[in-house]
């Protein structure tokens, strides 16, 4: 069974930093393009990062551009979002996805997903 598990997610000040984490299984990690994504409350699922299968592209959107870093080690078969800087506008659940086609920035075109970790920022 495929699974993708985040964690590392928790209530932090702004400005401070947390490094999520998603650990795959049942599927072959170094075959699919990896992507974080963040929901708010009453809001659709955001593309927040996603990185390409051979771990040469990255691509942040612009509002975290500078302060998240995603990245991949694919003898752990886990992808990682590094922020820092946080602010309170950040928070979101903030879900896993994996691609077997391309580090693409819409939900939709992602075959697996994770059931999201909790990200809080207080002001």
């Known amino acids: 069974q495929v699974q993708l598990v985040e964690s590392g997610g928790g209530l932090v000040q702004a400005g401070g930093s947390l490094r999520l984490s998603c650990l795959a299984s049942?599927?072959?990690?170094?075959?699919?393009?990896m992507g974080w994504f963040r929901q708010a409350p009453g809001k659709e699922r955001e593309f927040v990062a996603a990185i390409s299968r051979s771990d040469i592209s990255t691509y942040h959107t612009d509002s975290v551009k500078g302060r998240f870093t995603i990245s991949r080690d694919n003898a752990k078969k886990t992808v990682y979002l590094q922020m820092n800087s946080l602010e309170p506008e950040d928070t979101a659940v903030y879900y896993c996805g994996a691609n077997y086609y391309i580090a693409s920035s819409s939900a939709r075109e992602y075959d697996y997903w994770g059931q999201g970790t909790q990200v809080t920022v207080s002001s």
């Open positions: 049942g599927l072959t990690f170094s075959s699919y393009a």
